[in-house]
């Protein structure tokens, strides 16, 4: 048997691929920090966000990728029955045992000649999908496809996940490149099974790997798949107008931006935990579309997503002079920021379903 190891190899397809269209959703309730430390911990001790966002009793992630979907196809301005594959990534889609993505693919009227599936990988379920769609599209098998991360992230009630477990996410018509507001230069993933955090069956709360949570996990992922990339493309970081990474809190994606050599500047745009939290599959991708909101023609972005268990991916674009046309089509991602109610915990607490009356 050959025990050789294959050398790390990048993703770049014969014809090329881009995002044609984006869009976001953000519920508009808001769950204050200092909120979870009252209940839970009398004030003291330090946040490590400001606020994190809940999703309403009438919404949950077939609701809310339909929001996104929405915005991410009126900025594409393609007819629907075009998209060849909806993807939706989540760790917390409403049924065990039905697929989200039909639900959504017949809402934005995509149905029924297109493939459907739901993806999972903790928090990179989304980017999966990215991946998938570039090889689908790459390959000429499809000319679109819509990829979605959403979630309504759970915490258990006083762990440390409750002040972070949010809700939201983005959707992303994935196409050719001439039609794209941003082209793919290049992708690369990396996993391994690294026990960080994980849901067995019938559990409602998720478990901590505790110590290898930071560097064995998302440390080590995130900078090797950002390094591998940037190596195989000749890149650094001073190549990159922006830079989005995987936001479990406020803290983790700046240290790992340090790591790397990136600027505070450079990640700026897309750092939205400290205001929303960490939606888990959404997390690196609304981010994503935040930069979209700002970005200029020629910028060159980084995006590097992170899943438990555990793996990145990370991805190279470059934005196109469509962008500043497409992105006034629909709400902006700092629109649905600044279009908040904040609530208290006993609300929080009825709308998550964390009181039992059985």
């Known amino acids: 048997m050959d025990q050789t190891r294959a050398e790390p190899s990048i993703y770049t397809p014969d014809r090329k691929v881009g995002i044609v269209g984006y869009g976001s959703y953000v519920p508009r309730y808001r769950l204050p920090a200092r909120e979870v430390s009252r209940v839970w911990k009398h004030g003291s001790g330090g946040i490590p966000i400001q606020e994190k966002s809940v999703a309403g009793l009438d919404e949950d992630v077939i609701t809310m990728a339909i929001e996104a ?20 990534g989540s760790e917390s889609h409403p049924y065990a045992v039905k697929p989200t993505s039909t639900v959504v693919a017949e809402a934005v009227g995509a149905t029924p000649h297109t493939l459907a599936a739901d993806w999972e990988f903790a928090c990179k379920a989304a980017t999966e999908a990215f991946q998938a ?19 309504t992230a ?19 018509v994935i196409g050719p490149a001439e039609e794209s507001i941003a082209v793919f230069e290049g992708s690369y993933s990396y996993v391994t099974d690294t026990p960080d955090f994980f849901r067995r069956a019938y559990e409602k709360y998720p478990e901590h790997g505790e110590r290898f949570t930071g560097e064995p996990a998302y440390f080590k992922h995130i900078i090797t798949a950002a390094q ?23 803290k983790f994606p700046q240290k790992a931006a340090r790591s790397l ?20 599959a959404g997390s690196a991708l609304i981010g994503l579309t935040a930069v979209f909101d700002v970005a200029e023609a020629g910028d060159r972005i980084l995006l590097v997503s992170y899943g438990s268990g555990a793996g990145s991916d990370a991805f190279s674009m470059q934005v196109s ?27 929080y607490a ?9």
Do not use: C
């Not at 769609?133 to 979630?151: C, K, Q, V």
């Not at 649905?336 to 109610?341: D, G, S, V, W």
């Not at 709308?351 to 059985?358: A, I, N, P, Y």
């Open 321 to 347: 002079p469509i962008l500043a046309e497409r992105r006034s089509r629909s709400i902006t991602t700092q629109q649905y920021l600044e279009r908040r109610t904040e609530i208290d915990y006993a609300t």
């Open 228 to 250: 591998t990339l940037m190596a195989a493309l000749g890149t650094t970081p001073d190549d990159y107008q922006h830079a989005v990474f995987h936001q479990p809190n406020a």
């Open 154 to 172: 759970q915490g258990r009630p006083g762990d440390a996940l409750e002040y972070t477990a949010a809700a939201g996410g983005a959707a992303y």
């Open 133 to 151: 769609s570039i090889g689908l599209i790459g390959s000429g098998m499809a000319d679109y496809t819509l990829a979605i991360g959403m979630d």
């Open 350 to 358: 009825r709308l998550r379903g964390k009181l039992s009356l059985k």
């Open 261 to 280: 050599g990136f600027k505070p500047d450079q990640i700026q745009a897309g750092l939205l935990s400290p205001k929303i939290g960490n939606p888990y």
């Open 69 to 88: 979907a929405r915005n991410a196809l009126d900025r594409a301005q393609i007819d629907p029955t075009s998209i060849r594959a909806v993807w939706v």
